[in-house]
């Protein structure tokens, strides 16, 4: 495998392409500037109110489901750096089976971030819903969806534009 550093102006982080096999397509942000700052102002405001550490909990679970290793490279590094521990971020894939590492307000995020992200029957299960809103007040409910949503944007350019995981460190993105 053939590997050249480039620097990725969507996290403004230095990348490692892989060519021929996976090249990245296109630098979005460079292209689509002003939908890069409306994206990053979204992002900044999605996750006011919530825990650091269950946002990027949310943030890891959804790059997951949508197959953005960029994101899940970057989430789980800045939760790491937000004290999260390993134990708990390894475990974050099979987090059905391994409940007993999560709160039950993380379970309900979780399950709720998995409702949005996946959409299986188009919409949220009313179950999923009211678990998650026995445990968040509305506005901290509006965020989390709001970073859930957010993520699942992020995940989008992510996978579509074949960004590379690998260089991330924590504090880049800001």
Not at 23 to 41: C, Q, S, T
Not at 43 to 67: C, F, M, W
Not at 101 to 120: C, D, G, N, Q, S
């Amino acid at each position: 495998m053939t590997t050249t550093d480039s620097t990725d102006s969507t996290a403004g982080t230095t990348t490692t392409e892989y060519t021929p096999e996976r090249p990245v397509r296109l630098r979005w942000a460079e292209h689509a500037p002003e939908v890069y700052k409306a994206m990053i102002r979204l992002d900044t405001a999605a996750k006011q109110g919530l825990d650091p550490k269950l946002y990027e909990l949310v943030k890891i679970r959804a790059s997951q489901i949508n197959h953005c290793a960029f994101c899940v490279d970057m989430h789980s590094k800045d939760a790491l750096a937000a004290g999260e521990s390993v134990e708990r971020i390894i475990q974050l894939s099979a987090w059905d089976e391994s409940r007993h590492f999560y709160t039950r307000k993380e379970l309900a995020a979780l399950e709720l971030t998995e409702a949005v992200t996946v959409l299986t029957d188009g919409f949220v299960p009313d179950e999923v819903y009211e678990r998650a809103a026995k445990h968040f007040g509305e506005a901290e409910l509006a965020q989390l969806i709001s970073a859930i949503a957010t993520i699942n944007a992020w995940n989008r350019f992510g996978v579509t534009f074949r960004m590379a995981p690998g260089n991330y460190q924590p504090g880049q993105h800001k």
